[in-house]
């Protein structure tokens, strides 16, 4: 007898991280994370520091100031969140909770592959759905539900694409959906859109919609590892049932206590982000480098063909400019380039020009 993994295990593809150097060369930026240029809060780096003194301390189990504050600051009910280590760790808990063995969880086409990651290793089969010219198609989600669905998951706006759907679309799925099947909205990236409320007007008075969150993107810290769930109150129970009593560390929840109260920081974060997205997009379409209107922090940049996507990323490489590759996400003809400082998006929008000769 050989020792064998469970069914399913063996498919999940390695997850492949955005690079971070470049041989030989010292000046390297790194827009292949989506990571926030300006760092977290200084409020939430203080804090941090702050609890080096208290290392030997078990940290809270029921995470009730962080979820407190996170209640005060987005308008939900701190009874409801559940955090996480990373929205990652959320949306395992939901797979291994709500799917298993014979049980199909979807995700679009061009959607986050923890999705896919997750319910592979709880033993479901993940389903790819395909999206309409880069936007999720809620039809097409529709269509794909079977009796085996347990689990749909969208991210809105989404990554690697930047599109989002409106609210109404978001409700037309979730009111499309049969009994027993929940619909999980992403919103990794919804600080970043102006005025949007992450999908929670959508979420209320209905019992099949839950959301994730994370602190990795605009709160500028996923090197803590720090997200959140919430949704219906026996879903959120039952997610506490598999929840590691320790899984958050002290030094994190303390730093996403202080970054999440910031939220002059977080606007400030916004805004600087829309800037320089705006720019950046209008001067790579101004060289013949198209890209859908971005909802995130970063663009897709289309090109001809998948060879020159490849020759654009090697051109960035050589002048230390790490974007990522895409072909993992069926988007082998993209680079998706996070917005990173003013001076970074300078960089990157010379060196496309000149790769396009137009330097
Ligand atoms: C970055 C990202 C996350 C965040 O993952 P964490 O585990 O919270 O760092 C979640 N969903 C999407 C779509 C993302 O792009």
């Not at 992403?186 to 994370?214: I, P, Q």
Request: proline fraction near 5%; aromatic fraction near 8%; charged fraction near 20%.
């Amino acid at each position: 007898m050989t020792i064998t993994p469970q069914p399913g295990i063996l498919d999940i593809a390695l997850y492949q991280g955005g690079a971070a150097s470049v041989e030989g060369v010292a000046d390297v930026v790194k827009l292949s994370s989506n990571e926030n240029p300006f760092g977290p809060s200084p409020r939430a780096s203080d804090a941090f520091r702050q609890s080096a003194g208290e290392l030997h301390v078990y940290p809270s189990t029921q995470h009730e100031r962080l979820r407190e504050a996170i209640g005060e600051v987005h308008g939900v009910d701190p009874e409801r969140v559940i955090c996480g280590v990373g929205s990652d760790e959320i949306i395992s808990f939901l797979c291994y909770a709500y799917a298993g063995p014979g049980d199909e969880v979807l995700h679009t086409e061009h959607g986050f592959g923890m999705y896919k990651i997750s319910a592979l290793a709880a033993g479901a089969t993940p389903v790819s759905v395909k999206e309409n010219e880069r936007v999720t198609d809620v039809d097409a989600l529709l269509a794909g539900v079977t009796e085996r669905t347990k689990l749909v998951f969208i991210a809105n706006p989404n990554n690697p694409t930047g599109t989002m759907i409106p609210e109404a679309e978001v409700a037309r799925l979730a009111d499309g959906l049969p009994a027993g099947c929940l619909l999980v909205l992403d919103g990794a990236y919804a600080e970043y859109v102006d005025g949007f409320d992450a999908g929670l007007s959508v979420m209320e008075g209905r019992k099949n919609v839950f959301m994730t969150r994370t602190f990795s993107k605009i709160y500028g810290l996923g090197g803590l590892r720090i997200g959140w769930g919430y949704g219906p109150q026996a879903i959120v129970d039952t997610l506490n049932r598999i929840r590691g009593p320790f899984n958050l560390s002290g030094p994190a929840l303390k730093a996403a206590h202080a970054a999440v109260r910031d939220t002059g920081y977080t606007e400030r974060c916004r805004r600087e982000n829309a800037k320089w997205r705006e720019w950046l997009a209008a001067q790579l379409a101004k060289v013949g480098v198209p890209s859908d209107p971005s909802e995130c922090n970063f663009i897709l940049a289309r090109f001809g063909s998948e060879d020159e996507a490849r020759a654009c990323d090697a051109a960035l490489k050589a002048k230390g400019l790490i974007v990522r590759m895409v072909g993992g996400y069926n988007l082998p003809e993209c680079l998706r380039i996070t917005i990173g400082s003013e001076q970074a998006c300078r960089r990157v929008a010379a060196v496309i020009a000149e790769f396009k000769g137009q330097g």
